[in-house]
């Protein structure tokens, strides 16, 4: 299976997770977010971003393209078991997440997207044995299209 990050880092230790919380964790614990599809990716990291001007969106970013052996299990949150309102509701998603990381059954968790209905995501547990078969096969620059960045800024 393939999936996608965008980052700075081309690594998947996780270290930005010791120091900021995400949908799926609290701070102090090492994850990894990937996404099915690189446009995933993108649409997850835009929005995050804190933008006032197109002069503060980067000219370029970093995809990654994370291949998963064969045979390393991936847990899945299960559609019965997200609450009705989960995408407002960050607490449940950290608790469910962390729930996950420390029984550390799997390397991965799939995930809803809070951000596009029928699309997933995936969590990586960077400490789970399984991990290091997950890795990194190609890392390439991407120059940003700016009518998306139109799309983020204020004039």
């Known amino acids: 299976m393939v999936l996608w990050?965008?980052?700075n880092y081309a690594d998947l230790k996780g270290l930005g997770g010791l120091r900021a919380p995400?949908?799926?964790h609290f701070t102090g614990q090492p994850v990894v977010y990937l996404a099915e599809h690189p446009a995933g990716a993108l649409l997850e990291t835009l929005v995050h971003q804190e933008i006032g001007t197109t002069a503060d969106l980067a000219d370029t970013y970093q995809l990654l393209k994370v291949q998963v052996d064969d045979g390393v299990i991936i847990s899945e949150?299960?559609?019965t078991a997200y609450p009705p309102d989960w995408r407002d509701d960050l607490a449940w998603t950290q608790a469910a997440g962390t729930e996950w990381?420390?029984?550390a059954s799997s390397a991965l968790l799939k995930v809803a997207s809070a951000v596009m209905p029928f699309a997933f995501h995936y969590i990586l547990n960077p400490a789970h044995g399984d991990a290091a078969r997950i890795e990194i096969s190609i890392a390439i620059e991407?120059?940003?299209d700016p009518r998306i960045l139109r799309l983020l800024a204020r004039p």
Do not use: P, Y
Request: glycine share 6%.
């Open 5 to 7: 990050r965008i980052s």
């Open 22 to 24: 995400g949908r799926w």
């Open 142 to 144: 991407v120059r940003q």
């Open 101 to 103: 990381l420390t029984r």
């Open 77 to 79: 949150m299960a559609e």
